[in-house]
């Protein structure tokens, strides 16, 4: 979270070989000028390390953004639009050729880089310039994010964490208006798109996306539970020794409901995705996959917020139905069956090592959405809670009557 865009590139272009502006003639060597710029960068980062890429995201988008009010005048020109309370005329010379590089399309060879899309539209070339507005947002984004999880050193305080988080919810927000203005745009002015990742579709499924991903950040904000999971790994860290998270009970109820709403934002992403053909139409399926978990952790974390809701009731046993109930919307089998060495539980170790290791590297961490993280959460709560209803003494439910039926009785499903 949020997802791992590549960031497109593109050819080398001169306006002044296919337009020409009576009335601005510098217009077209300035818009070649800042659209070389912008090209360099975009070359620059794809060339970084990934552990290295994060710095330079500041760059690209700057010079992207610089590069659009000329890409725009030119295309306002060729309507004779307005631009600034002036008239422009731009005339077409002939029919432009530019390459752009699609990155969310699916591979026809696996593993191959995906070959140049050819585009002779100054639409498409303007849909890919802000496509790459947006995807540079929630890069910027998961940015912000990554110290929230890296374990190797000192934890953020409470303030850095509020930071980092709300700079990242800024950035995803710009990401959903990039992409909704994208997928807002009158269709008489896009012809026949080159490849998916420049469909009206695709643009309405990242909005989606984006909205569903500001959304959890809303609830990371103010949730202490995922911080606590991560100082217990955290070997720099004694906080957790002396204080234990705390969760008002109405915000938790409104907590779950969030969720479901990102849920439902995924799920709609999803559809729009699944729905845009198949073979070489259709998009790549670690973009599926990722929706897909998405949506899954989505709904375990509503579990989860309503199992604190049940628990701060003193309703223990109903809390440990939906945490199995979380449990079983990951797709993970709970403790209970995994007592004594197995095969799913060795995989599940190896995939917890794989994941840590790539949020210390800073590479392609995050691709499954939160689901292992938010794993550790429902486990961690399902060990203290279970073991408080097995205390003899208590006034906690039992949480048997509530699992051998949860599938029937959860409103969530």
Not at 219 to 246: F, G, H, I, S, T
Not at 291 to 299: K, P
Not at 301 to 326: H, M, N, P, V, Y
Request: hydrophobic content about 35%.
């Amino acid at each position: 979270m949020p997802f791992p865009f590549t960031l497109p590139t593109t050819s080398s272009f001169a306006f002044s070989s296919s337009f020409d502006c009576e009335s601005h003639p510098s217009l077209t060597l300035y818009a070649s000028t800042l659209r070389g710029v912008a090209r360099d960068s975009l070359k620059k980062h794809k060339r970084l390390p990934p552990a290295s890429q994060g710095p330079s995201l500041p760059t690209v988008l700057s010079n992207v953004n610089n590069y659009l009010p000329y890409l725009l005048a030119v295309d306002a020109g060729l309507g004779n639009r307005l631009v600034s309370g002036e008239e422009v005329n731009v005339t077409p010379t002939s029919t432009p050729a530019i390459e752009w590089r699609p990155t969310l399309s699916d591979h026809a060879v696996p593993g191959k880089e995906m070959a140049r899309v050819k585009i002779q539209s100054l639409e498409h070339e303007l849909l890919f310039a802000l496509s790459t507005v947006g995807y540079t947002h929630t890069l910027l984004a998961r940015s912000s994010l990554h110290p929230l999880y890296v374990t190797s050193g000192s934890p953020l305080s409470s303030q850095e964490r509020t930071t980092a988080i709300t700079t990242a919810t800024k950035h995803l927000l710009d990401a959903a208006s990039v992409h909704d203005y994208l997928a807002r745009r009158p269709d008489g002015l896009v012809p026949n798109p080159p490849c998916m990742d420049i469909s009206k579709a695709t643009a309405r499924a990242m909005s989606s996306l984006a909205l569903a991903e500001a959304t959890l950040l809303a609830v990371l904000k103010d949730d202490p539970y995922p911080a606590v999971v991560a100082q217990d790994r955290n070997e720099n860290d004694r906080e957790w020794m002396y204080r234990a998270p705390e969760i008002p009970k109405v915000r938790a109820h409104l907590f779950a409901r969030l969720c479901l709403a990102a849920a439902d934002h995924a799920a709609q992403a999803s559809s729009l995705c699944q729905s845009q053909g198949r073979g070489t139409s259709r998009l790549d399926e670690g973009l599926l996959r990722y929706l897909e978990d998405f949506r899954r952790t989505s709904r375990a974390k509503a579990c989860r917020f309503f199992g604190i809701d049940a628990e701060l009731s003193g309703q223990t046993g109903t809390a440990l139905g939906w945490l199995r109930c979380g449990l079983q919307e990951l797709g993970v089998e709970p403790r209970e069956a995994k007592r004594g060495p197995s095969l799913s539980k060795l995989r599940k170790d190896w995939s917890e090592r794989r994941e840590d290791k790539k949020v210390e590297r800073g590479t392609n961490w995050g691709a499954d959405a939160g689901r292992l993280e938010e794993t550790r959460v429902i486990e961690m709560l399902d060990a203290k809670w279970t073991k408080v209803n097995d205390t003899p003494g208590t006034d906690a439910h039992s949480a048997r009557p509530v699992t051998r039926d949860l599938t029937v009785h959860s409103p969530v499903r």
